[in-house]
């Protein structure tokens, strides 16, 4: 462990240490978690219009996947902002509306059917402003637009 991340363990406790090191954008644990396939046998695949990303409908349980869906409605619904970025969106909350531990538990669940995504957690303003950014590998931006409704900037 580093001297930054025992720093965070002794300051707010092992638990918060591993998921700030599990959503930071260096972070080796997302990475890894991000590389990992869908579970054998369950591996369903849901088609984008763009035929290059797929998510793997079989990486959640159908309670997993009720609760998931919950929050991308909520999610979406509640985004203040959208910004266009070179390589994908970052989408802006207040944190009244959207607390920091919910988009992070919005993001593991992601990961697991959607492990192509890059995910960037970042609470800004001194902490009334919530960014979730949103990128991966090339030509993941149509996917993102179709997928959480992206329409001229909101």
């Known amino acids: 462990m ?14 918060s240490a591993a998921l700030l090191l599990a959503l930071c954008g260096c972070g080796v644990l997302l990475e890894a978690a991000q590389s990992l396939p869908a579970k054998a046998g369950v591996g369903q695949l849901e088609g984008s219009a763009q035929g290059k990303f797929y998510c793997s409908t079989g990486a959640l349980t159908p309670e997993e996947r009720a609760r998931h869906k919950e929050m991308t409605r909520k999610l979406i619904a509640a985004r203040d902002a959208v910004v266009e970025t070179p390589k994908g969106y970052e ?37 009334k402003l919530v960014c979730l950014g949103l990128t991966g590998p090339e030509g993941v931006k149509a996917f993102i637009r179709a997928e959480f409704e992206v329409k001229g900037g909101r």
Do not use: M
């Open 2 to 15: 580093s001297n930054s991340a025992r720093h965070l363990a002794d300051t707010w406790g092992a638990a």
């Open 91 to 127: 989408f802006q909350f207040t944190p009244e509306n959207v607390p920091v531990a919910e988009l992070a538990e919005w993001v593991v669940a992601e990961s697991k059917c959607c492990p192509f995504f890059y995910f960037h957690i970042d609470l800004e303003r001194e902490g």
